[in-house]
């Protein structure tokens, strides 16, 4: 079955530690995205990928990286997390009939 | 560029009431309209989606929308709320033209449903 997965669900890390919040689609979208989102707010864009090689930053500033190695796998990088860093962090495919699905997401906590 | 305002941040309605969620969207071109729902700790789910076919969409779970350009307006609404219905939706606007890729969405309306 197509969908888009993300691990890990929730994480509790202490400041300083390096993470990589993996997401990986089996549908075969060239287009993916990380958003971030605050419990109960908006959505805000911080990395994209058009295909393979490429990658933008969004609008919102991140000091998070990412990579496009292969069409299937988009991983969100922080080489230090801080607490400011604690947020949701959710991954998104753009189908070629625009609408975007998105993974379960990853509640990400620092100490 | 494009953008989406979604009124109300908070709308509670009883159950078996008719629940309307308003959007309104400003575009330069002829735009792309989605209604999402998340429920609490988990992603985005699409409800439904307007790209120029029919002006009333209907979607999962018993939700339509019409688009009205003439109000450039994309309400989303159902006649009879359910308690699962509880939840955030978010609406989202995309460019329709070629390059057009991302999706700019509203703050979220948080939907409340009492018994």
């Known amino acids: 079955e197509a969908d888009i997965y993300q691990t890990p669900r929730y994480l509790v890390i202490g400041t300083g530690k390096k993470i990589t919040l993996e997401c990986s689609q089996t549908m075969g979208h060239d287009k993916m995205y990380w958003y971030q989102q605050d419990p109960g707010m908006e959505l805000h864009l911080i990395h994209y990928?058009?295909?393979?090689?490429?990658?933008e930053k969004g609008d919102l500033s991140s000091e998070s990286t990412v990579s496009r190695i292969r069409t299937e796998h988009f991983p969100l990088t922080l080489e230090s997390a801080r607490p400011s860093h604690t947020s949701q962090y959710l991954c998104?495919?753009?189908?070629?009939?625009?609408?975007?699905?998105f993974g379960p997401g990853t509640r990400l906590t620092v100490l | 560029a494009q953008s989406v305002t979604q009124l109300g941040s908070h709308v509670s309605v009883s159950e078996g009431a008719l629940v309307l969620l308003r959007c309104n969207y400003s575009?330069?071109?002829?735009?792309?309209l989605f209604w999402y729902v998340q429920y609490p700790n988990q992603g985005l789910q699409l409800l439904l989606k307007y790209t120029s076919a029919a002006t009333l969409v209907k979607g999962i779970n018993g939700f339509e929308a019409e688009f009205k350009k003439s109000e450039t307006s994309f309400h989303l609404t159902k006649p009879s709320a359910h308690m699962s219905d509880a939840a955030e939706y978010f609406c989202a606007v995309s460019l329709s033209g070629a390059g057009s890729y991302q999706l700019t969405f509203g703050k979220g309306t948080k939907l409340s449903v009492i018994p």
């Open positions: 998104a495919s753009r189908h070629p009939s625009a609408e975007q699905f």
């Open positions: 575009s330069s071109v002829p735009p792309y």
């Open positions: 990928s058009y295909g393979v090689n490429s990658t």
